[in-house]
């Protein structure tokens, strides 16, 4: 079974899009990297614009810039030249009191590995970001929505891959924020984990309306996005959105 994405309707044989925000936008942004006597550029004039609420896929092989254009995105890397405006203000010309601000209380991350501090409980990993946000969720409600509120005093030891994966997802939107990077979420998870990891993103995305990006090789992972961005060399070479979202039960890959 197939749903209609709810960001855009079709028209005739086009999909025209419902009135959205526009929540980032990428102007001619470039990354360059310089190591001794060799110079790679990472990032080459990238345009991007993300809408609020939206689900974006990217990918694309080793290389193509995928984890430097999010790194970007999230304020832990800085261009080498172009802009990068988040709700109209240009994060490029900002400070890095102004950055620290944004990274704490605007963007929540998931990388490939979870991260946790063996030590803490799930909730006291989560409480970890809690202390530091304005406006955070309970830990215990963070967990209750990625379905481990049963799980609150156990260590990343007693808890599955999956299970310390979507401990990182609860960590990550505690604080409640706007924007959900996530960096080969699934890399590190067999099939059937890594589905509930992508149906857990999913959830977070509709019931919070948090726009979310996901780095991938795996290409299955694509139709359950609104928009699926490809890069190759440093540059976005495709940018496509679904007519119809494949629930992430449905994935085959």
């Known amino acids: 079974m197939t749903y209609p994405s709810e960001r855009h309707r079709e028209s005739g044989n086009s999909v025209v899009l419902s009135s959205v925000s526009t929540l980032f936008q990428m102007r001619g942004v470039t990354k360059t990297y310089v190591m001794g006597e060799v110079t790679v550029q990472a990032l080459k004039a990238v345009d991007l614009e993300l809408t609020a609420g939206e689900f974006v896929v990217l990918l694309g092989p080793s290389g193509s810039g995928k984890s430097t254009l999010l790194n970007i995105l999230g304020g832990l890397d800085v261009p080498t030249s172009g802009q990068v405006i988040f709700q109209g203000q240009d994060l490029t010309a900002a400070g890095d009191r102004v950055l620290t601000r944004f990274r704490r209380q605007s963007v929540g991350f998931v990388f490939q590995f979870y991260n946790l501090i063996p030590s803490l409980t799930a909730r006291e990993n989560v409480a970890l970001v809690t202390d530091i946000a304005p406006q955070p969720m309970h830990p215990r409600e963070a967990l209750e929505r990625v379905h481990l509120g049963h799980r609150l005093d156990h260590f990343p030891a007693q808890l599955s891959g999956?299970?310390?994966?979507?401990?990182?997802?609860?960590?990550?939107?505690?604080?409640?924020?706007?924007?959900?990077?996530?960096?080969?979420?699934?890399?590190?998870?067999?099939f059937q984990t890594g589905k509930l990891v992508l149906e857990t993103l999913a959830e977070v995305n509709h019931e919070l309306g948090t726009t979310t990006a996901v780095i991938t090789h795996n290409a299955g992972i694509a139709a359950m996005a609104d928009r699926v961005l490809t890069m190759r060399s440093g540059a976005i070479t495709t940018d496509k959105r679904n007519e119809y979202k494949v629930s992430p039960a449905e994935l085959e890959w």
């Open 162 to 190: 999956g299970e310390q994966q979507r401990v990182a997802i609860a960590r990550a939107i505690a604080k409640r924020p706007q924007v959900l990077l996530c960096d080969e979420p699934t890399g590190a998870l067999d």
